[in-house]
Structure formats: structure tokens, C-alpha cells
């Protein structure tokens, strides 16, 4: 095996059920950073399962508000574990002040390392 190898490999997701939660386009938000209150209100109308709620809930204590909305979907089948391990694959289509672009990239579980050994950015 490389050593790429032993640093990058699959992993067991968890994915929305679209049985329960729907399309995807109704549980998806953009990063919390760039959610206003009134974005936060259109994701939290659009579903009873956008990822909001876990990313930028509106609770006092959002955090353990969080962990109580995650366990609750995972009780119920919201969302589930994949069944098999696997690296994600995904492309993104967007539109930056009027030019259409695309990203492709993946996600996969990777080994934690010191920040100071530079293998591994912040943002990853």
C-alpha cells in the first residue's frame, strides 16, 4: 500500500433517506457563514430536515440542540449509514458574479496529522 494509501480511504457515510427527507435540493444550505436570518428562515421552511437545523440552528445552545436533531433523524431513518464504505465523489455547478462554474472534488476520511508537519490545510 502507499503511503497516500494509509493517509486517504473510504468511509461509511451518513445520506438523507429520500423516502423521508425528499429531494435533496430541500435539505442542502449553502455554509453557515454565508446564511443570513433570512436565508436561515427560507432553509428552515423549505424542510423539516434542511441541514441547517445541524449546521446553523437557532437555539440558545445550538450546539447540543444539534446533537439532540441528529440523533432524533438517525432514530427515525432521516438519514443512514451506508452500507458499504466507499470514497464520494462529487461536481458542483454555480454561478460567481454572472460566470457559470464548475468543481469537482472528493471526500473521503484521511488521517489527522499535526498542522505543523503542512500535509493537511485548515480549510480540509
Known sequence: MSALGKRVEPF???MYNRRIAGEPARVVAPPYDLIG???QQ???ERSPYNVVRLE???EADRYGAAEKTLAQWMAAGVLE???RPAIYHYRQTFDLEGRLLHRTGFIARVLLEEFDRGRILPHE
Open 81 to 83: 449509514r451506508s452500507p
Open 37 to 39: 436570518p433570512a436565508r
Open 12 to 14: 461509511r457515510a451518513l
Open 42 to 44: 427560507q432553509l428552515y
Open 56 to 58: 446553523l440552528g437557532r
